[in-house]
């Protein structure tokens, strides 16, 4: 399903949450839907989520149905209950696999795209705009979950503890106001790298603008009978550094913890990117991207970033 550089996909698909029609309204996305004066469009007022659908199946839905129930509580949004959110995604994605045959041989060809959006909803009216749209993943993401990334470190601004003294930044939440985000990543591609992991003005290693943070270290210790046992170690920076909770980190680490590795929540500082084994940019859509080079410094060796990056993604096939 993925389209060749320059050639426009397939038309994505949108269901709004309509109470008068049970599994959602299915509305043609090649047509205007919003209202110029609904407040998502005039000041990004509004939440959402992403994440990906494998043969036809949501991954992770309970965990993006909370988090989306959590960003929508900091900014005093009703949504509607999460049966309802359940039927237009089912909806969603059977209308849009009815309406597009996987082509084959393409390894992509059964992954969806699935968001979840909330605005407050056109001003001067009551209840929010709520809608699910099915699409194709980009090629670029399924490019760099296979050769890896280059990033830069940019300062964000904000100390690490401002999400507890500020809530109403809103550092926790999910929000349609990404233009910083998207910012951060034009800065990053104009000097040559493809991302981006922000810090806190202490130092303190935070997130990407569309992803989490993680990174691995190997230790070697005695296994008690004469030999050596390689200990693995898994890091994501610390929650309560204003980050948004990442739905597939938090859902790698109980498949890693069960197979034995030791998890940690920082904090983190660039130095311990340097010093990694390994570094990851971690989500729902992209999945794993292995970092290669951090301000131009390896991560690393490729032997180490490979096998690793397969015992991850090996151990991320396993999630639901």
Request: proline share 6%; hydrophobic share 40%.
């Amino acid at each position: 399903m993925n389209s060749p550089a320059g050639v426009p996909g397939p038309a994505p698909v949108l269901v709004f949450l309509d109470p008068a029609f049970d599994g959602g309204r299915v509305a043609d996305a090649t047509k205007p839907q919003l209202m110029a004066t609904d407040q998502g469009a005039t000041r990004g007022d509004g939440v959402f989520e992403s994440l990906l659908a494998v043969g036809g199946q949501p991954r992770k839905l309970q965990a993006h149905l909370n988090r989306l129930a959590g960003s929508a509580g900091l900014l005093e949004l009703d949504l509607p209950a999460e049966e309802r959110w359940r039927r237009a995604i089912a909806t969603a994605i059977s209308e849009y696999r009815g309406r597009h045959v996987p082509g084959a041989g393409d390894s992509t060809d059964d992954e969806l795209v699935v968001k979840l959006l909330v605005t407050r909803g056109v001003e001067g009216a009551a209840g929010p705009t709520c809608w699910v749209q099915a699409s194709v993943p980009g090629a670029i993401g399924r490019r760099q979950r296979e050769t890896g990334i280059d990033v830069i470190l940019l300062d964000r601004g904000y100390d690490s503890e401002v999400a507890e003294r500020a809530p109403w930044l809103l550092m926790g939440a999910k929000t349609l106001s990404y233009a910083v985000n998207m910012a951060a990543l034009r800065y990053a591609h104009a000097r040559g790298a493809d991302d981006v992991i922000f810090t806190s003005a202490d130092g303190k290693v935070l997130e990407g603008p569309t992803s989490t943070v993680l990174l691995a270290h190997l230790e070697t210790a005695d296994d008690g009978a004469g030999g050596v046992r390689t200990l693995r170690r898994l890091i994501t920076p610390q929650l309560d550094s204003g980050i948004l909770p990442g739905t597939s980190q938090g859902a790698l680490f109980t498949a890693a913890k069960a197979a034995g590795w030791e998890l940690g929540y920082g904090p983190l500082e660039p130095r311990d990117l340097y010093d990694a084994d390994a570094v990851w940019l971690i989500s729902s859509i992209r999945l794993l991207a292995p970092v290669n080079h951090i301000d131009s410094r390896e991560i690393g060796t490729p032997e180490q970033r490979k096998q690793l990056t397969a015992e991850l993604n090996a151990l991320y096939a396993t999630i639901g």
